[in-house]
């Protein structure tokens, strides 16, 4: 199977940033962006080639669809460097997003037939798709300076 996705997000966002100190070594920094409303045109063009002892070299070509006007978004991000000798210090961070859409979806096959899936050419409408997105990350380093 081959695809070919492509997606195009829409989001109009606000945002908030902070820092300051603690503790007198302690820095400090973080974001935060969002959008409870947003737009997605997401397609998505797959091949399937079957190949099997019953179907030899079944192609089979599915047009996949969404688009959204029901988008949210968050993206957080926060930091934090601490110094424990005057030449030592640590960083700690972490970072995450996510992106949830629901709204219709379409899908569309160019399918003379189908052994394999036993199906015909025809398109399907789903009015409740949804389509979610998320990454995380975190991480420790340390800076030495002589």
């Known amino acids: 199977m081959a695809g070919d996705p492509l997606a195009k997000n829409y989001l109009p966002f606000a945002g908030l940033r902070g820092y300051g100190w603690c ?52 993206e957080a991000d926060a930091e934090s460097i601490v110094s424990l000798t005057p030449n030592l210090k640590a960083n700690l961070w972490a970072t995450g997003s996510i992106l949830r859409n629901s709204g219709p979806g379409n899908i569309s096959g160019d399918v003379t037939s189908s052994l394999a899936f036993r199906s015909q050419p025809n398109s399907f409408t789903s009015e409740d798709t949804q389509f979610s997105q998320s990454w995380f990350a975190f991480g420790l380093s340390f800076e030495a300076s002589f």
């Open 23 to 74: 503790c007198s070594n302690l820095y400090y920094r973080w974001r935060i962006i969002g959008s409870p409303f947003g737009w997605t045109d997401y397609r998505n063009n797959l091949t399937m080639l079957c190949q099997g002892q019953i179907v030899t070299n079944e192609l089979q070509r599915i047009r996949y669809t969404f688009n959204s006007s029901a988008a949210r978004f968050l």
